[in-house]
């Protein structure tokens, strides 16, 4: 009773007894400072965005004591990296690597086997370790944030010269964001694309520099991604087969000029003609940024209003609400609005924004926002903000939708189609109405594909609504998957299922990338059941979820 009031009881790993966890860590102490080894035994805080625990997903979908970790190391060095991988495999206790823990969405800072040590790389190595101004690179360690890395470049007096490109969130890590492919909103803003080397500490505790750093003395190791021989960058994305510890990352010049532009478009079945619209535009860089194309419900939540301030009945929220609601702001009477940014100096953009227009025009009824008439704390702004690479955090408004609001996200890519946006709107539209879910369909538009990004936002304290929103994301998975398409990225828990997903030819890459596992990581120890894949220790005991 005493130890409940003042602390938990930590978890330790499953197959390790409790006393040899902790003679474990002790041996551990000795190679990092005892600070540097926290055992998990405080009271699970979720605290928020700028402020999240490390130990646990904030916004968790299952019990909170679920994904939790048993302790929690900072390294300083790449060498104890190394030294807290050979530890594990020592031991045979599993590791999570994470950057800063500001998945939300995908899971937090969460490990995916419970009692997992986290490695918290960011806060101790967070060191912008090169900022070149003639190549338009850095060369940065898990800890540093888009905030951080933007700051640095303010502080030098180069952010006039180069830009940065954000999520819409800017504090995460440049390192576990793009580890994660994950996306921002100029036009560098396919992360993975734009990374440029990678150091990184196998799950032996080697550790490997890619492509040109593999050579002594190179000074190309962040202009030319591919050194010579295969290309293995790629395994360590979205995998757990390595953890990162210093990565190059080539940043924008500064274009001359920019303008964010919105339109807006009355009907939900002008999604179809309208995408039609933009794929062309887009692969030709007329649209030349990762832009958004928003229902009007998600921009009725993005207000920062919680739901029961509109409507306090069960259900969707009905849509002549909605749009009663939004009649009061900018998009009016209606459905979509198309959030983008033209660059470079004012003749250059009047010519591809008069483009877009005529273009645009096209879908009866599209009106073009005067955002001179906008308010300084419209979302407009933030997202001129985002796609001019200055980082913000005003996306985090539409949390608020629920009380003790939390997300989690359905996340499937297409080609840049009428019929695959419609057949994936339609899909997500109809399970959440099965479910009683509000809909928040947000199109990002890459080059040649789209990402339906759809955020279920749902109260963490309600384990009904919990499990009718994992419910509802696991129906719109296996549906999706029946129509052909898969998911870029996706929540710990949803990792196995998505996984599964990509089952061509009896599950060919499913068994070559359990292949790489068992000969990178024999004992698995590395961030196991990550992405779906599982070491052999692992593999038919019922992990998977
Ligand atoms: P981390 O949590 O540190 O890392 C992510 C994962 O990668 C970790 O769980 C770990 O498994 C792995 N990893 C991390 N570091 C390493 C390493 N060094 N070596 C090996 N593996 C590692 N995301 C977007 O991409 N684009 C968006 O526009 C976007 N918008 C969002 C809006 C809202 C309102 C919210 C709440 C979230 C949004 N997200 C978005 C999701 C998320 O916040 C970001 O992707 C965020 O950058 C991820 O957190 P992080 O950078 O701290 O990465």
């Not at 580890?179 to 734009?194: E, K, L, Q, S």
């Not at 702001?329 to 227009?357: E, F, N, Q």
């Not at 949803?494 to 004992?523: C, H, I």
Request: aromatic share 10%; with cysteine; net charge negative.
């Amino acid at each position: 009773k005493h130890l409940k009031e003042r602390q938990r009881l930590p978890v330790v790993p499953l197959g390790i007894e409790r006393e040899d966890f902790y003679n474990a860590l002790e041996e551990l102490k000795e190679k990092l400072d005892a600070e540097h080894v926290e055992v998990n035994d405080k009271p699970l805080r979720d605290g928020w965005y700028m402020e999240h625990p490390n130990t646990h997903d904030m916004m968790t979908i299952l019990d909170e004591e679920e994904f939790v970790a048993s302790a929690v190391v900072y390294p300083s060095t790449t060498e104890e990296v190394q030294e807290i991988v050979k530890w594990a495999n020592k031991f045979l206790i599993p590791i999570f690597p994470i950057s800063m823990g500001r998945n939300l969405g995908y899971g937090g800072a969460a490990p995916r086997v419970r009692g997992s040590v986290t490695v918290d790389l960011g806060k101790r190595m967070n060191k912008i370790l090169n900022i070149n101004p003639e190549d338009y690179t850095c060369l940065v360690e898990p800890g540093v944030s888009f905030y951080a890395l933007y700051d640095e470049l303010e502080k030098k007096g180069l952010r006039d010269y180069m830009w940065i490109d954000t999520p819409d969130l800017g504090g995460g890590s440049i390192i576990g964001n793009t580890v994660d492919r994950g996306v921002g909103y100029t036009p560098y803003g396919d992360h993975w694309a734009c990374h440029s080397g990678l150091e990184v500490v196998l799950p032996t505790g080697e550790v490997i520099r890619t492509a040109m750093g593999a050579l002594p003395g190179n000074n190309t190791w962040q202009v030319f991604p591919y050194g010579f021989g295969p290309y293995c960058d790629g395994i360590f994305s979205q995998s757990n087969f390595g953890i990162v510890t210093k990565m190059g990352m080539t940043l924008m010049p500064n274009p001359g000029g920019y303008e964010s532009f919105m339109y807006t478009f009355p009907n939900e079945q002008d999604l179809a003609p309208l995408i039609d619209i933009i794929r062309p535009l887009r692969i030709a860089s007329m649209l030349e940024n990762v832009a958004q194309l928003r229902h009007v419900t998600q921009s009725l939540a993005v207000s920062g209003l919680p739901r029961s301030k509109f409507f306090s009945g069960t259900g969707p929220i009905p849509e002549d609400i909605v749009h009663a609601e939004a009649s009061k702001s900018y998009v009016g009477d209606h459905t979509w609005a198309y959030y983008g940014m033209s660059y470079g100096p004012a003749h250059i953009r009047a010519h591809k924004l008069a483009l877009i227009d005529a273009e645009f025009h096209k879908i009866p009824g599209c009106r073009k926002i005067d955002p001179s008439k906008l308010p300084e704390d419209e979302y407009f702004w933030s997202r001129d903000r985002i796609a001019a690479g200055i980082p913000d955090i005003h996306e985090l408004r539409w949390v608020n939708w629920a009380p003790n609001g939390s997300h989690i996200a359905f996340s499937p890519v297409s080609p840049i189609r009428g019929t695959d946006a419609t057949q994936l709107f339609e899909l997500g539209k109809k399970i959440h109405g099965k479910y009683d879910i509000d809909f928040f369909p947000a199109f990002c538009v890459g080059l040649r594909e789209m990402h339906l990004i759809v955020e279920i936002v749902f109260d963490r304290d309600d384990p009904a609504e919990k499990k009718r929103a994992l419910d509802c994301l696991r129906e719109m998975v296996d549906e999706a998957a029946d129509k052909g398409y898969g998911e870029y990225r996706t929540h710990l828990v949803l990792m196995d299922q998505v996984a599964g997903t990509y089952s061509w030819n009896d599950g060919a890459l499913a068994k070559f990338n359990e292949r790489l596992k068992d000969a990178l990581d024999p004992n698995g120890i590395l961030a196991p059941g990550r992405c779906g894949i599982w070491g052999k220790r692992y593999r038919g005991f019922g992990w998977e979820m």
